[in-house]
Protein backbone atom coordinates (compact mmCIF):
# COMPACT_ATOMS: atom_id res chain seq x y z
CA UNK A 1 0.00 0.00 0.00
CA UNK A 2 1.53 3.49 -1.02
CA UNK A 3 -1.92 5.52 -0.22
CA UNK A 4 -2.46 7.24 2.63
CA UNK A 5 -6.33 7.03 3.78
CA UNK A 6 -7.20 10.83 3.28
CA UNK A 7 -5.66 9.58 -0.05
CA UNK A 8 -8.28 6.86 -0.71
CA UNK A 9 -11.18 8.80 0.59
CA UNK A 10 -10.34 11.44 -2.16
CA UNK A 11 -9.90 8.99 -4.63
CA UNK A 12 -12.91 6.71 -3.92
CA UNK A 13 -15.55 9.92 -3.51
CA UNK A 14 -13.40 11.25 -6.37
CA UNK A 15 -14.44 8.21 -8.80
CA UNK A 16 -17.79 7.97 -7.65
CA UNK A 17 -18.47 11.58 -8.57
CA UNK A 18 -17.00 11.08 -12.16
CA UNK A 19 -18.50 7.59 -13.15
CA UNK A 20 -21.98 9.72 -11.27
CA UNK A 21 -21.45 12.64 -13.68
CA UNK A 22 -21.69 10.31 -16.79
CA UNK A 23 -24.85 8.11 -15.56
CA UNK A 24 -26.51 10.81 -14.80
CA UNK A 25 -26.15 12.31 -18.10
CA UNK A 26 -24.57 15.27 -16.98
CA UNK A 27 -21.43 14.67 -19.55
CA UNK A 28 -22.38 12.22 -22.40
CA UNK A 29 -19.97 11.48 -25.47
CA UNK A 30 -16.34 11.01 -25.44
CA UNK A 31 -15.92 12.93 -22.93
CA UNK A 32 -17.86 11.51 -20.58
CA UNK A 33 -16.36 7.94 -21.56
CA UNK A 34 -12.89 9.64 -20.69
CA UNK A 35 -14.60 10.95 -16.93
CA UNK A 36 -15.58 6.87 -16.46
CA UNK A 37 -12.37 5.78 -17.27
CA UNK A 38 -10.52 8.12 -14.90
CA UNK A 39 -13.08 7.42 -12.45
CA UNK A 40 -12.67 4.02 -12.66
CA UNK A 41 -9.03 3.98 -12.40
CA UNK A 42 -9.25 6.66 -9.41
CA UNK A 43 -12.45 4.23 -7.13
CA UNK A 44 -10.12 1.04 -8.12
CA UNK A 45 -6.51 2.45 -6.66
CA UNK A 46 -8.24 4.00 -3.90
CA UNK A 47 -10.15 0.56 -2.83
CA UNK A 48 -7.03 -1.37 -2.99
CA UNK A 49 -4.67 1.28 -1.30
CA UNK A 50 -2.14 1.09 -4.38
CA UNK A 51 -1.64 3.60 -6.96
CA UNK A 52 0.80 1.86 -9.59
CA UNK A 53 2.16 5.56 -10.88
CA UNK A 54 3.08 6.42 -7.20
CA UNK A 55 5.10 2.86 -7.15
CA UNK A 56 6.80 3.67 -10.77
CA UNK A 57 7.56 7.61 -9.03
CA UNK A 58 9.06 6.23 -5.65
CA UNK A 59 6.69 8.22 -3.89
CA UNK A 60 4.37 7.36 -1.27
CA UNK A 61 1.58 9.18 0.78
CA UNK A 62 1.51 6.61 3.91
CA UNK A 63 3.95 6.52 6.49
Known amino acids: MNESSVDRIIRV???LVLIAAFVSNMVTGTPGIVL???GAIA???G???FCPLYSLLKFKTNR
Open 13 to 15: VLG
Open 36 to 38: VII
Open 43 to 45: LLT
Open 47 to 49: LIG
